[in-house]
C-alpha cells in the first residue's frame, strides 16, 4: 500500500505475501542479537552510548577513495568533502550549504525509493490483470475445509464448463451488441424520416406562401385594372359631356323668344260641355292638327 501511494488496491491473497516478507526480513537472530548489540545491552557496553555524543575531529580524515561524482546515498562522504573544502565548518554559510546538500540528497534518495515502488506496484497490477480465471470446480458434499484434490476429468470438466459459460457470455454480449446495433439504425431511420417529412414541410409551406403571394398580386393586379377601367370611363363620360357642352347653342334671349313663337289660336269651347268656367288650352301637339 506504501509502495503504490494507494493507486492499486491490495486483496487478500497480496496480504501473506508481503507480510511473509516483512516478517522474514526483520526477525531473524542476527538482527535481533545485532540491535542488542548496538545499543550496548549484551553484551553490556555503555562506550556504544556515549560515543555517540562525543566531540568529533574537525578535520575528519580524506583517506577514503574519492570520484568525480558521488552519489544522493554518499551524503557522508558529500559532508566529509565540504569540510575539507570549507575553512570554517562552524560558518553559517557552511551550515547552510551542508543542510542545503543534506536535504537535496535525502530528496533525491525518497524519489527514486518511490519511483521504484511504483514500478513494482504497477508490474503487480499487470500481473494482477493477466491472472487467470478460477475454475468452477464443485466441492464434496462432506467438505470440511481442508485440501482438496480434483482428478484430471473433473478439471477437464471444470475448463469445459467454463469455456460454455464464456462462449455464452460472448453470444448474449454479441446478441445485446446487435439489438443495439439494430436500435441505433432504427432511430438512424426514424431521423431520417422525421427530417424528410420536415423538409416537406417546409416546401409545401413554401409553396403555400407562393400561393398566396401570387394570389395576392393577381387580386391587386385585378384592382388596378378595375381603377384604370373606371378612370377611363369616367374620362369618357366626362370627355362626353364636354362635346355635348360645346355643341349646344346658345340660350335665346325673350325677345327672340316673343319674335319667333307664333301665336296660339284659343279654341271657344261651350261652357255648358264642360264643368269648368275657364278657357281649356290644348297641348301643342293637337294644336297643330287643328
Given amino acids: 500500500m506504501e509502495g503504490c501511494q494507494g493507486l492499486c488496491s491490495i486483496t487478500k491473497r497480496d496480504f501473506f505475501r508481503l507480510f511473509w516478507t516483512a516478517w522474514d526480513s526483520s526477525l531473524k537472530p542476527t538482527t535481533i542479537l545485532s540491535a542488542f548489540e548496538a545499543t550496548g545491552l549484551a553484551p553490556f557496553d555503555p562506550e556504544r552510548v556515549l560515543a555517540c555524543f562525543r566531540s568529533r575531529d574537525n578535520r575528519p580524515s580524506s583517506s577514503d577513495s574519492t570520484s568525480s561524482v558521488l552519489s544522493a546515498s554518499d551524503w557522508r562522504k558529500i559532508e566529509r568533502l565540504l569540510c575539507q573544502v570549507v575553512e570554517d565548518i ?56 481442508g485440501a482438496v484434490f480434483w482428478s484430471p476429468t473433473k478439471v477437464a470438466q471444470a475448463r469445459q464448463h467454463q469455456a460454455d459459460k464464456d462462449e455464452e457470455k460472448k453470444a448474449i454480449q454479441a446478441q445485446k451488441d446487435a439489438e443495439s446495433k439494430r436500435r441505433e439504425e432504427a432511430k438512424a431511420q426514424k431521423a431520417a424520416l422525421l427530417e424528410e417529412r420536415r423538409q416537406l414541410r417546409a416546401a409545401a409551406k413554401l409553396e403555400r406562401q407562393w400561393e398566396r403571394e401570387q394570389k395576392a398580386f393577381e387580386v391587386q393586379e385585378t384592382q388596378q385594372a378595375r381603377t384604370i377601367e373606371k378612370q377611363l370611363r369616367d374620362d369618357i363620360r366626362l370627355a362626353k359631356r364636354g362635346k355635348k357642352k360645346s355643341l349646344k347653342p346658345p340660350a335665346a334671349t325673350p325677345e327672340a323668344i316673343k319674335e319667333v313663337q307664333p301665336e296660339i289660336p284659343v279654341l271657344e269651347v261651350d261652357r255648358a260641355a264642360t264643368t269648368r268656367t275657364c278657357k281649356i288650352r ?9
Avoid at 490483470?129 to 466441492?139: D, F, I, N, V
Fill in 90 to 145: 562552524y560558518d553559517s554559510w557552511a551550515s547552510k550549504l551542508s543542510h542545503t546538500i543534506h536535504s537535496i540528497a535525502a530528496e533525491k534518495q525518497i524519489l527514486q525509493v518511490e519511483n521504484e515502488q511504483l514500478k513494482e506496484a504497477l508490474i503487480n497490477e499487470r500481473k494482477r490483470r493477466q491472472r487467470g480465471k478460477l475454475l468452477l470446480l464443485e466441492p464434496a458434499a462432506e467438505y470440511n475445509g
Fill in 282 to 290: 290644348l297641348p301643342s301637339r293637337f294644336r297643330q292638327e287643328i
